[in-house]
């Protein structure tokens, strides 16, 4: 246990950053999550905004170094770069199916 004042007070923001940063992370895994379930079976609109959700956590979660910002950006590719299979294989598909 601490025993100065000042080691007291780091404890309790210790805490406080330690339950804010959980619950960020949470959002974003929880984010993520919904939008690999959109985009199994979703439309793509959908899909869209989900990813534009999940984009704005990861950047506002590496603004404030809650996760790395290349981690950040590493996940936004991923999902950028399945959103756009999904919008080429929606726009290639009514093009050949009539």
């Known amino acids: 246990m601490p025993h100065t004042r ?3 007070k ?3 923001k210790n805490e ?3 339950l804010l940063n ?3 992370k949470s959002a974003i895994r929880t984010q993520l999550k919904k939008f690999a379930a959109v985009a ?3 439309k793509v609109e959908d899909l869209r905004t989900e990813y ?3 984009a704005r956590k990861l950047d506002k979660a590496a603004a404030k170094r809650v996760v790395h910002p290349n981690m950040a950006a ?3 590719s991923q999902l950028a770069r ?3 299979e999904k919008e080429t294989a929606a726009n290639a598909t009514p093009a050949t199916a009539p």
């Open 6 to 8: 000042n080691a007291k």
């Open 10 to 12: 780091s404890m309790r």
């Open 16 to 18: 406080k950053r330690r």
């Open 22 to 24: 959980r619950a960020a």
């Open 40 to 42: 199994e079976d979703g």
């Open 52 to 54: 534009n959700l999940a």
């Open 74 to 76: 590493r996940k936004k």
């Open 82 to 84: 399945l959103l756009k």
